[in-house]
Every structure is written in structure tokens, then in C-alpha cells.
């Protein structure tokens, strides 16, 4: 394909004119459209997508409040229907559904017809042994084809899909999945990463102990003993059965998957979304704001799509969202960095290259370590087929994405590609909430490193003073006013919705400024939307650092200290709470030979006032092995700044929801001394 098609969003403007007579002096003023007219602008994505239901629906949005929207009332659709959709024509074309690796390197090509046919063989399989709509099918299984297969299977006949990734211990995998009662359970014996090979069979033991709800278990893997077959003997199954079998049509807001928070207190909230929901704020997404093109269409023929994650973390469903709208999906399987003992953060772009992706994202952590890395481009083999690159899971500092937008420019000069000259990125900030982003990219707009470019469409996104007014050019709450098809449909077992509510609608609830209006989701970021309507994400808004009556996020400070060569990592958390003085400690993990001394203490400090001011230095400078991170990536600020407070550690952190738990010992020490030496 080539770089310079036209993007999506522009095709879709020209549609709006064309086919509803809308046009606009600007994308804020279509932005502005789309979140004040609901009924015109989602009716739009249905069509524009063609989306197809045997019975009519009687309205777009029936209730527009937040919680309880009801969307498409009378629509029936599914998402492994919509994915099917694409089989013949993308096969006829020679495109594979899906491209997959791992760190063997060895690269697989999963065709559309064999990817439907092995999803009816299971579909058929588990209604033979009486899988009904709405009955969980959890999931115990890495990024591999398999997966993405079992979550169509389970879809197409209307069972509810729930996965977890496999580098998760037992006791994490139970408190998600005791929580929604599963009937099946497929799951493998054995995962690889960072060169390791890791036997998952206790756990898997564990989990059928733990989950007396399962009456089917399915293992994907070298294990014979499966109680009730091997995936691998499942898939190949062939017949007419098979070739005849179609997705069942569901209602709109049909459950299609659990997926759960972070889990940094208490157990994970299990967050039910809708089939309907799901597919058109996917669709809107992927091709509008990611600018991710059907693979077969000539705008965008060769589209592949690729963006790094587990199975665990909400970016494997966007990834597989790309199907949806007939997309090539590329995926990868292990360590981004190769070996645990010998790091190579030139992995995943080896995988980019040979899977010639087209559009490549991952966690903002992986780009600011491939710069930490200093690696080399040219080394990864023929990147010219990548013009875009996304990133999400925390903010993306300005020196990072220009550290990555001098190197391609440097690439396109001997590879000629025209798109890398000034290489587009894709920067989203969502979550798994509601499975979608608020903020994210427009690739007709100009980008700054550190900022993303828009508010996207659909999306009623405002930062929030203190006194809940919608403010430009200043630092507030991230809210959204109106609902959207994927906000979750409700929490799994929570009655009344008391959860959903206390988790969303707490800080503004209905009537809040006595205006009359509803209820409006507080999403528990901190950000700024700019006069020109990009848009800095500043950290999580209940982790923010207030010194001397000046409030920051967190990510101006790392932004700060992360470009000093010395500094690999950082954390920090401020301790003014309820009228107590500010006491700011920071966290450093520094390069290996870098000594912790005077001069390197100097050096943090000289650079935060020069990126910032003094009012933002730290109160104490901690050396430390590592920073504590979900498994997603996230620095684990809050629940730090908890134990500093005085809570205990159980309360305030779940182990098995982090990516590195043995690193808390040091910390939980570290609060105990200090707690000791200010309340003596």
C-alpha cells in the first residue's frame, strides 16, 4: 500500500456531505456536532459502516443518561457476524485475517475462511455441550490465533467471553473469574517469555479447583489429559455442520465480554459491555481517529494492524477490533525486549518489519525504553511499509515521540517512504471502562510532541474545575457529559448498579451544580485541553502532585527527570492530604554504574527546576531497584501514596494485579520507617 491514501476521516466528511448535507468550517465544529446531536451522529456510523440487522431499530438512543442509555433499541447484531462479513471478498484479494509471531520468530498466516471455519467448529462444539447466550466461557490463553478464535466462537452463539493472560498467578486469575461463574474454561498448559518456557499446569489445576461453576475444560497446549478435548483437535474439525454454521443474531446490548479494572484495591471490577456498543465505537475508532483502513479496500489495500499487548490488558481487544472493519491483525506473542537477561528492544520492531505492518502501537513505557535503549531502526530489518505509530497506557513525553520522529525521518531518506519523513502518531487515552478512547489522534490535524490532537468524535470530553465548570487552556478533571454505545452495560453481580455508580458518578452526581442536568463520568485523569484543541493528559488525577497551591500531574515531573540519561525510571507521590504539609518524596531506578551521590541528586533536582520550577522539588530523592507497575504498565502511584499514609498494604494493593510484586517489600519497609520517624 501506499502511505499517502486518503484518510478515513476525510472519506467519512465527504460522506456526511454527500449523503446528509453536512459540512463544516472545522473538525472541532463536526466534534461539536457529534456530541450535540447523538441520534444524527451514531445513526451516521451505523450506515457509513453499513451496519446490518434483520429487525429495524426504533431509535438510536432512547434514555440519553449516564448510567442506563438505552442505544438501538430493537437492532439485532453480533460481533463475530461482522467480522465474517469480510471472509469472501478479503480471501479473494489474498489478504490474511491474521499474521502471528512470537520469540521464536517464526511468522504464521491465519487465512479469513480458516479463522471462520475453526471459530464454527468450537462454536459447535460448545453448543453440543449446552453453552447457552449468556453463559461466561473464561479464558486462560496468551496473544495467539487460538485466542482470538475461542473469543469468536464464544461470541457467535451468544456466551459471554472472558480472558486472562497467562503470566497472571492463580490467585488474580480466581478473583476475576469466580466473580462471573464460568461454564467452560480453556486454558494452557504453558506459556513462553523473555526466552523462558513457564509450565501453567498447577495453575490451571488451581482454576478447576477454585471454580466449581466450570463443567467443561478445554487445554490448548502439549497436555493429553483434557477433560473435554484439545483445542488444537477442536479447530481441525470439518463437516458440512461447520461450513453451513452462522453467528446467532443478538439483541444490541447482548453481553460480549468481561473485562476488569486494574484491581489496585479490593476485587476487580468485572465490566460487562454490549456486542452492539462495542462494534460501532470500534468501528469509529479503528477507521476514523486510528485511520486504520479495511485491508482490501483500494484506499488502504495491504492495511495491517498491530498493536502490542497481552491478552490482559484492554489493547488485545482493540487489537482485535480490527476485524471488524475487514483489517489485517498482526500478533505477537512473548517479550517486547527479548531476553530477560539480555535485553533487545529491537523484538517487536524484528516482528513489525517481517509482518510488514502498517500500523504499529504499544504502551507509551515500550517507545520510552526503545529510546532509553538508543536502538537502531535500520537494525530491525524493512520498516517501510509503517506509517503510523499509537500509543497509550500513560502520557507519551515530548522527547520520547521526538526522539522516534527524528529517527524515521532519518529512515525515510534511505527507505523513501514519504509517510516516515514526519511519521504520524496515533496517541489515545481511554481504558477499559468502556473499552474505547476519549482522546486520541486526526490525521488531517497538526501534532505537537507530548500532545494528542483531539477530543474524538462522539466523545463529550471536558477538563473540570474545581467548581465542575468546563475550562480550556487549564488543568481539570477529564469528564464526559454524554453517554456512548460502549460505556459497560452494567457491573457483573452488582445490584442497583451501586459499583458502576460509586466508580464513575461519585464526584458529579445527578443535579450536581443544581443546574438539573444528569449524572457525568469522572474517568480519573487529569487533563488540559489546549486553545487549539489538542490535548495533554497529566496522570491520574487522585496521584497528582499539589505543592504550594500549584497543582501538576505527575507526568510533567517525569517528563523532567526521564530525560536525564542517568534516570531509567521514577515515581513520586505528594502527601499533602487533609491540611498536612506537603512532603514529596521521589523514586529513582538508575542506569546500571550510575552512582547515587551528591551530583546525581544535583542533577535530578537542576532538572526539575529548569523543566518546571523549584516549587515542584522533591522533599527526598530515593534510590530504588524498581518501580512498582500494574500489569499494564501503570506506575502504581496511588496505592504508594496510601502507604505512606498509614494504610495497610493489603488494603491498598493487590500483588497479583502488578507486574512486579516483589519490589513492594522495599516500599512497604520504606513507609513503615517513615511513618515511624513523623508520628514519634
Not at 510488514?356 to 535500520?378: M, N, P, V, W
Not at 514519504?418 to 468502556?434: K, R, V, Y
Not at 475550562?471 to 448498579?497: A, H, K, Q
Not at 522539588?617 to 502504581?636: C, W
Request: charged share 20%.
Amino acid at each position: 500500500m501506499t502511505a499517502a491514501f486518503v484518510p478515513q476521516i476525510a472519506l467519512y466528511r465527504r460522506w456526511l456531505a454527500e449523503q446528509r448535507g453536512l459540512s463544516f468550517a472545522g473538525y472541532e465544529e463536526m466534534r461539536q456536532w457529534s456530541v450535540r446531536d447523538l441520534d444524527g451522529f451514531w445513526r451516521s456510523i451505523w450506515d457509513y459502516y453499513d451496519l446490518q440487522s434483520p429487525t429495524p431499530f426504533s431509535a438510536v438512543i432512547t434514555e440519553r443518561k449516564m448510567p442506563g442509555a438505552i442505544w438501538f433499541p430493537g437492532a439485532q447484531v453480533n460481533y463475530a457476524r461482522q467480522v465474517f462479513r469480510h471472509v469472501e471478498v478479503a480471501d479473494a484479494a489474498g489478504l490474511p485475517a491474521i499474521v502471528s509471531s512470537g520469540e521464536d520468530g517464526r511468522l504464521t498466516e491465519t487465512s479469513w475462511p480458516e479463522m471462520r471455519r475453526k471459530a464454527a467448529a468450537l462454536a459447535l462444539h460448545l453448543k453440543d455441550r449446552g453453552i447457552k447466550p449468556g453463559d461466561r466461557v473464561a479464558a486462560y490463553l496468551p496473544n495467539i490465533p487460538e485466542t482470538i478464535i475461542a473469543f469468536l466462537a464464544t461470541a457467535s452463539i451468544g456466551a459471554v467471553w472472558s480472558v486472562c493472560a497467562p503470566d497472571m498467578a492463580a490467585p488474580a486469575v480466581i478473583d476475576r473469574f469466580k466473580q462471573i461463574e464460568p461454564k467452560v474454561l480453556i486454558a494452557c498448559d504453558a506459556v513462553t517469555y523473555a526466552g523462558r518456557r513457564h509450565n501453567r499446569r498447577d495453575v490451571v489445576d488451581e482454576l478447576r479447583r477454585s471454580l466449581p461453576a466450570v463443567e467443561h475444560v478445554i487445554l490448548h497446549g502439549e497436555q493429553a489429559a483434557a477433560p473435554d478435548g484439545q483445542l488444537s483437535a477442536i479447530l481441525a474439525r470439518t463437516g458440512a455442520a461447520i461450513d453451513a454454521f452462522e453467528p446467532v443474531w443478538l439483541p444490541f446490548d447482548h453481553p460480549l465480554w468481561v473485562v476488569y479494572s486494574s484491581g489496585t484495591t479490593g476485587l476487580p471490577k468485572p465490566i460487562v459491555h454490549g456486542h452492539g456498543g462495542i462494534i460501532i465505537v470500534v468501528l469509529a475508532l479503528l477507521g476514523l481517529h486510528n485511520d486504520i483502513g479495511c485491508s482490501y479496500h483500494e484506499n488502504s489495500f495491504g492495511e495491517r494492524y498491530h498493536w502490542y499487548s497481552s491478552t490482559g490488558w484492554i489493547m488485545w481487544n482493540s487489537q482485535v477490533g480490527g476485524l471488524l472493519g475487514g483489517t489485517t491483525c498482526c500478533i505477537f506473542d512473548g517479550s517486547p525486549a527479548g531476553l530477560k537477561d539480555k535485553p533487545d528492544w529491537t523484538t517487536l520492531w524484528r516482528f513489525v518489519a517481517q509482518s510488514k505492518s502498517t500500523f504499529f502501537g504499544a504502551g507509551a513505557a515500550f517507545f520510552a525504553s526503545c529510546a532509553k535503549a538508543e536502538i537502531d531502526l535500520t537494525a530491525a530489518g524493512d520498516l517501510s511499509h509503517l506509517r503510523c505509530l499509537g500509543s497509550t497506557g500513560s502520557p507519551l513525553s515530548a522527547d520520547t515521540q521526538a526522539w522516534f520522529n527524528a529517527r524515521f525521518a532519518a529512515l525515510s531518506k534511505l527507505n523513501g517512504s514519504g509517510a516516515q519523513a514526519d511519521i504520524w502518531w496515533a496517541n489515545i487515552s481511554g481504558g477499559t471502562d468502556f473499552a474505547g478512547a476519549f482522546i486520541g489522534g486526526n490525521r488531517e490535524l497538526p501534532q505537537t510532541p507530548g500532545a494528542m490532537q483531539c477530543r474524538l468524535l462522539g466523545a463529550s470530553v471536558e477538563a473540570f474545575s474545581e467548581q465542575g465548570r468546563a475550562v480550556i487552556d487549564e488543568v481539570g478533571e477529564l469528564v464526559c457529559t454524554e453517554p456512548m454505545p460502549s460505556m459497560p452495560l452494567y457491573f457483573w453481580n452488582d445490584r442497583g448498579d451501586v459499583r458502576y455508580r460509586s466508580s464513575y458518578f461519585e464526584t458529579y452526581p445527578d443535579n450536581f451544580d443544581g443546574s438539573g442536568r444528569g449524572p457525568v463520568w469522572r474517568h480519573g485523569d487529569w487533563l488540559k485541553v489546549n486553545p487549539d484543541g489538542s490535548c495533554v493528559i497529566y496522570g491520574r488525577s487522585d496521584a497528582t502532585i499539589n505543592r504550594h497551591g500549584l497543582r501538576m500531574g505527575t507526568s510533567e515531573l517525569y517528563s523532567a527527570i526521564e530525560a536525564l540519561p542517568e534516570v531509567l525510571d521514577s515515581l513520586v507521590v505528594d502527601l499533602e492530604y487533609l491540611g498536612r504539609e506537603s512532603y514529596m518524596p521521589l523514586f529513582v531506578v538508575l542506569r546500571e554504574g550510575v552512582a547515587f551521590d551528591g551530583a546525581t541528586q544535583a542533577k535530578i533536582n537542576k532538572a526539575i527546576e529548569a523543566g518546571l520550577s523549584r516549587r515542584f522539588l522533591p522533599n527526598e530523592i530515593f534510590a530504588v531497584a524498581e518501580i512498582p507497575r500494574t500489569l499494564s504498565g501503570k506506575k502504581q502511584e496511588l496505592p504508594i501514596k496510601k502507604l505512606l499514609l498509614g494504610h495497610p498494604v493489603e488494603k491498598v494493593i493487590n500483588k497479583e494485579a502488578m507486574a512486579n510484586p516483589a519490589c513492594l517489600d522495599w516500599y512497604v519497609a520504606f513507609a513503615r520507617d517513615y511513618l515511624a520517624r513523623t508520628t514519634a
